[in-house]
């Protein structure tokens, strides 16, 4: 029982010594698998209203009103905190934040401001029906590409 305590106790000092060397070889790690996320669930949200938009998926107002609740919620939590400064690419490991986000930081605000308008608009779009989806859907994605057009290094 001593035998396992000790290896237990040993195993977990390693796992929380890697965790940390993890952290100071790049302590902006966390925030950037972050960002990955919230924009990975906003892109999956977006396919569905896509599809709904384009006719490849029926209109299913349940499914809409969650994907455009679920933008508009990732909208809402967008700011500085989710971009701290040395967090761009080249600095930060998998980033491909641009350093304009911070020498540009009041334009890069207005566009997290106009992604939330577009937003609130695709939720009662997406209560309505698949027109009024596609007619939204100009506005939201315009949103997302001035904003990956001027501060997202493409990926290679």
Sequence with gaps: MKTKLVAFTLLASISAFASFAQDAADPFADVVETRHGLMLQMASDLGTLGGMAKGTAAYDQAAATQAASNIAAIASVLSMAQFPAGSET??????????????????????????NNA????????????????????????????????????ES
Excluded: E, V
């Excluded at 695709?122 to 007619?135: E, L």
């Excluded at 949103?143 to 057009?149: D, E, F, I, T, V």
């Design 90 to 115: 080249g600095a930060a490991a998998d980033s491909y934040a641009l350093a304009d986000i911070w020498t540009k930081q009041d334009d890069f605000l207005s566009k997290i401001t106009d992604l």
């Design 119 to 154: 937003a609130g608009m695709m939720k009662m779009a997406a209560a309505t029906d698949a027109n009024a989806i596609k007619g939204s859907m100009a506005q939201l994605g315009g949103a997302c590409s001035a904003c990956h057009k001027s501060y997202r290094q493409p």
